[in-house]
Structures are given as structure tokens and as C-alpha cells.
């Protein structure tokens, strides 16, 4: 018995950063409400006819709480996507043109087109717009385009305020919960994008998301591999706030842009 305890134990102690939830319920949501913002009035009442009584916002949690239900674990592959270290902008792009394996971008790529098929039946149009609605925002976040060989930042140990914590999860949760907000506060006081900012990110593919999110993801391991004992506090969070709510307010616009090309 004794034995079996333990052995489940360090299983469920192994599992545990791998099934962290992207974002968190927040930063999902904070994408959520940003995106609503800038979407037409078709778009709009098109997601809401699908969503039912449901909110954008929290719709997109969704694809994270059915990681509990056994029978969605095959969706466990489609919120990233893993790249090694070190890989040029024209190899990622490359790479992406020919991608064929199960990850975030073959998928989203999946999605937009079947959510393009106006005769999709009621129940897909719901599950593939909440999977789509939660993937554009794991994009954003940089351990989400993150190397395999760390498990996307699960395997890096942090000390954050003398808390045991990993780099992926800092960038899912920590972070954000740190600042106290709700997700209407956060969504409110990050979304002032400039107007060349919008424009540009309007107009993004979502190669371009991960090329930009990739960007970010090679900084922070730079960061992490030259920082002693990987202890984490303050500092880390004034040096990392900009950039945080920025991928947020990113993650928002760029959904919106997406939603109205599906729906506008
Ligand atoms: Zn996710």
C-alpha cells in the first residue's frame, strides 16, 4: 500500500507542471474582452448566437477545463507548439509552411477553415470556436511556442518569492495573479493599444504570432540560463510587465481581427 501511495504521489508530482493551465482562467479572459471590443457588430452577434448566453470572455477558459475529462485528451497537442533553440525567423516560417504534426498552428489553421463552412453543424461550430477562442491566446503567451526539450518552460524551476514554481507557469498564471486585477480591471487598463499597433497587429497572420511570440520566448530563456538559483521577485516583475500586458493586449486585438474575418 505504502508503496503505491508513494509511486502515485510522484506521478501526480510529475504530472502536475505539464497540465498547468495556459494563461490561467485570467489571462485568458483578459484576451477575451479585448477581442470582444473590437469586433463588428455581425461578428458579434454571430459568436453570440454560438456561444449561446456564454460571454467571449469566458468562453475561452473552456479547452483548459476539459483537460479533466479523460475523453478530450487527444486536444492536449493543440495549445503550442515546441521549436528548438536557436531558430532563425526564415526557418521557423519554413518550418510552418510545411507543418503537418498536431499543434497549435496546424490547428488553428484547422479551425479557421471549418469555421469558415457555413453549413458546420451547431454542436462543431461551438466546440471548434472555443478551441479557437483559447489557441489564439496560448499563442501569445511565450512558453507556449517554447522548446520540447523543457517541456515549454515546465521543467525550468523557479523560486518566486520563495515559492517552488517553473518558467511556464510564471508566464501562465504567476505573473498575472500578481498584479490583483479581475479580468475586466486588467482588460480596462492594458487596452490603449497605439493606432499604428493596432493597425499592425490586425492585419497579422498567425505565423506572424508565433514568429513574434517566439521572439520573446528565446529572450526569457536567455534571461533564466544567466540568472543564479533562478530566484524570482520583484525585479522579475518590473522588468516583465510591459511585455506581459502587451502579449495580453496583442492576444485581444489580434483575436478580434480573427473573429471578424470568420464572422464579419
Ligand atoms: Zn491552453
Known amino acids: 500500500m505504502k508503496l503505491i501511495s508513494r509511486v502515485t504521489v510522484f506521478g501526480l508530482l510529475l504530472a502536475l507542471p505539464l497540465s498547468s493551465m495556459a494563461w490561467g482562467l485570467i489571462g485568458?479572459?483578459?484576451?477575451?474582452?479585448?477581442?470582444?471590443?473590437?469586433?463588428?457588430?455581425?461578428?458579434?452577434?454571430?459568436?453570440?448566437?454560438?456561444?449561446?448566453?456564454?460571454?467571449?470572455?469566458?468562453?475561452?477558459?473552456?479547452?483548459?477545463?476539459?483537460?479533466?475529462?479523460?475523453?478530450?485528451?487527444?486536444?492536449?497537442?493543440?495549445?503550442?507548439?515546441?521549436?528548438?533553440?536557436?531558430?532563425?525567423?526564415?526557418?521557423?516560417?519554413?518550418?510552418?509552411?510545411?507543418?503537418?504534426?498536431?499543434?497549435?498552428?496546424?490547428?488553428?489553421?484547422?479551425?479557421?477553415?471549418?469555421?469558415?463552412?457555413k453549413t458546420l453543424p451547431a454542436d462543431k461550430k461551438l466546440f471548434y470556436l472555443r478551441m479557437l477562442i483559447h489557441i489564439a491566446g496560448d499563442l501569445q503567451q511565450p512558453m507556449h511556442t517554447a522548446r520540447p526539450d523543457d517541456q515549454g518552460g515546465n521543467a525550468i524551476k523557479i523560486d518566486w518569492f520563495g515559492k517552488a514554481t517553473n518558467l511556464h507557469s510564471m508566464w501562465d498564471e504567476q505573473l498575472i495573479e500578481f498584479q490583483q486585477l479581475s479580468y475586466t480591471e486588467y482588460a480596462k487598463v492594458i487596452n490603449h493599444p497605439t493606432a499604428a499597433d493596432k493597425t499592425k497587429w490586425q492585419k497579422e497572420s498567425i505565423a506572424d504570432w508565433i514568429v513574434d511570440s517566439y521572439r520573446i520566448t528565446e529572450s526569457l530563456y536567455k534571461e533564466i540560463e544567466s540568472a543564479p538559483g533562478n530566484k524570482l521577485s520583484y525585479r522579475y516583475n518590473f522588468d516583465h510587465l510591459k511585455t506581459l500586458d502587451n502579449q495580453l493586449l496583442k492576444g485581444g486585438v489580434r483575436l478580434g481581427a480573427l473573429l471578424n474575418q470568420l464572422f464579419g
Open 28 to 117: 485568458h479572459r483578459v484576451v477575451g474582452e479585448i477581442a470582444w471590443g473590437y469586433m463588428t457588430p455581425q461578428a458579434k452577434k454571430t459568436v453570440q448566437q454560438i456561444l449561446g448566453d456564454e460571454s467571449l470572455a469566458m468562453a475561452t477558459n473552456w479547452a483548459d477545463f476539459i483537460k479533466s475529462d479523460p475523453s478530450y485528451r487527444y486536444l492536449g497537442n493543440w495549445h503550442y507548439i515546441n521549436f528548438k533553440s536557436g531558430i532563425s525567423e526564415k526557418d521557423m516560417r519554413n518550418y510552418l509552411r510545411s507543418d503537418t504534426a498536431t499543434d497549435a498552428y496546424t490547428r488553428m489553421n484547422f479551425l479557421v477553415k471549418e469555421l469558415k463552412n
